[in-house]
């Protein structure tokens, strides 16, 4: 199994609102992809409430099959229209780590 863990700081955006819809935003069309691509098992997305300067505003939690089916979901058109079409329009920093257990 893989683990895949993403973080973004976002900011608002003139067409995809302030930043808390933007949060919204992100959270409901990333986790609007369970079920929707073989190999991924479990997805999650958590919204921060932490006021610090180092926090992100926005985390991925998402486990795979294997790492095949994680290349496959970061290839997989309907990741791409969510991270083409808004989560690389709106993110000023990323973090991201995959790992095995």
Do not use: C
């Not at 098992?41 to 795979?64: H, K, Q, R, T």
């Not at 058109?77 to 079409?85: D, P, T």
């Not at 808004?86 to 780590?97: D, E, G, N, P, Y």
Request: aromatic share 8%; hydrophobic share 45%; proline share 1%.
């Amino acid at each position: 199994m893989v683990k895949h863990i993403v973080m973004w700081q976002v900011a608002e955006h003139e067409v995809h609102g302030t930043k808390e819809e933007v949060m919204h935003k992100i959270k409901e069309q990333l986790e609007g992809l369970k079920g929707q691509i073989e190999g991924l098992l479990e997805i999650e997305v958590g919204l921060n409430f932490n006021a610090s300067p180092a926090a992100y505003d926005v985390v991925l939690y998402s486990e795979f099959v294997d790492a095949s089916a994680l290349d496959y979901y970061q290839a997989h058109e309907k990741h791409l229209a969510v991270a083409n079409q808004l989560v690389r329009q709106v993110a000023t920093s990323r973090a991201v780590v995959d790992y095995t257990i």
